[in-house]
């Protein structure tokens, strides 16, 4: 399976503007981020999707490639599909989140395995929550899976709700799971999906991928132990700058 991993970057961030150019231990963002889902051994092929000449001209600096995309998408999802109708011979599409300059590569094998199960049309990665501030968190979206592993329910306040618990127990009899954020589509779903008009679920929550669920697609999951970074903030930047 030809896999196509692609980089959504935009630099009218309304909570950190500009963020895929700012500097972190000498290179940008979107570089490190790059370099890093380059080392993915399931990708054959990275692109930086965005509508900025400025996120352009410094891909085009570090030797990266990118293709300038429309300036009204609402989603990552939506840009990827932008870029997806206009290269070819790709049979799934990684959508790699720009804001993860540490991203794992081997979070990207994990995700992209998935299609390598017969009908698996979405997918995403989930991780066991081991705390109260990260299960009670409204920041934090969390994932109800079935028994094949697919996600049948999102939710920014904590699912499954433990009747008969006091909410301090409830992470010491139950196995709650959060959302990693990053997706992989084949490349007709992804076309199919972007093409749904928003739904209930997903205006109630925001969150993008309750369209699909409510639409019937399924979402196979894999569980991954590895923690991702994610700067969404510029006090994001400080810490990370500091400590990594």
């Known amino acids: 399976m030809k896999i196509l991993g692609i980089i959504p970057?935009?630099?009218?961030?309304?909570?950190?503007?500009g963020k895929p150019l700012v500097q972190i231990k000498g290179k940008s963002m979107i570089q490190r981020v790059?370099?890093?889902?380059?080392?993915?051994?399931?990708?054959?092929?990275?692109?930086?999707?965005?509508?900025d000449e400025r996120i352009a001209t410094e891909v085009k600096r570090f030797g990266g490639k990118f293709i300038l995309t429309g300036s009204n998408h609402l989603s990552g999802t939506d840009r990827c599909a932008e870029v997806a109708t206009a290269v070819s011979g790709y049979d799934a599409i990684l959508n790699i989140q720009g804001d993860e300059p540490y991203i794992d590569p081997e979070q990207i094998d994990l995700l992209a395995s998935c299609f390598n199960e017969k009908d698996v049309q979405l997918a995403t990665l989930i991780k066991k929550i081991h705390t109260e501030n990260e299960l009670f968190n409204v920041n934090i979206p969390k994932v109800l899976v079935n028994s094949n592993g697919d996600a049948i329910y999102f939710s920014r306040q904590t699912i499954p709700y433990i009747r008969g618990q006091e909410k301090e127990n409830w992470i010491k009899v139950h196995q709650f799971y959060k959302h990693i954020g990053i997706y992989g589509y084949t490349y007709t779903a992804l076309l199919e999906i972007t093409k749904l008009p928003?739904?209930?679920?997903?205006?109630?929550?925001?969150l993008e991928q309750l369209r699909w669920v409510e639409n019937g697609y399924k979402i196979k999951t894999k569980v991954t132990e590895i923690e991702t970074i994610a700067i969404d903030t510029p006090e994001d930047l400080i810490k990370i700058n500091d400590g990594v």
């Open 9 to 17: 970057a935009r630099y009218a961030s309304t909570r950190f503007p």
């Open 34 to 51: 790059y370099e890093q889902s380059c080392k993915a051994k399931s990708l054959s092929e990275v692109i930086v999707a965005t509508d």
């Open 198 to 206: 928003l739904s209930s679920l997903e205006l109630a929550e925001s």
